[in-house]
């Protein structure tokens, strides 16, 4: 299983990035190697419009299948969930958190957006 974490450095122990489709990046996580991968968001860092469509468009295509992530918004949320892909709301600090948060269980899919379009 594959899970991405926003985030806004590139090891487990940087900080989660609030903001989804505006992440500075993502480490994804692969239950089976046991290992993360740092992938950048730069594109959609300055997008007028489309930011967290793209963002989870991007994830989709890497065999993503959990998303952590501090907020998410509507029309991101609508990609993700269309392409099976469960997003888990929290304010932990940091990547390896939330990861340890996740392995216990202790985050909820949430069944919604949580923040209106535009979130910076």
Request: hydrophobic share 40%; aromatic share 8%; with cysteine.
């Amino acid at each position: 299983m594959k899970i991405a974490f926003t985030t806004t450095g590139d090891s487990p122990d940087s900080p989660l990035d609030p903001r989804f489709g505006r992440a500075t990046g993502f480490l994804v996580y692969d239950t089976d190697k046991d290992a993360f991968e740092a992938f950048s968001n730069n594109q959609n860092l300055n997008a007028v419009q489309g930011a967290g469509i793209q963002a989870a468009q991007n994830l989709a295509s890497l065999g993503v299948e959990a998303l952590v992530t501090g907020h998410c918004g509507p029309k991101a949320f609508t990609v993700l969930s269309r392409a099976g892909i469960k997003v888990y709301n929290t304010g932990l600090a940091t990547v390896s958190g939330a990861l340890n948060a996740f392995r216990n269980g202790e985050l909820t899919a949430a069944e919604s957006a949580d923040s209106e379009s535009h979130w910076v």
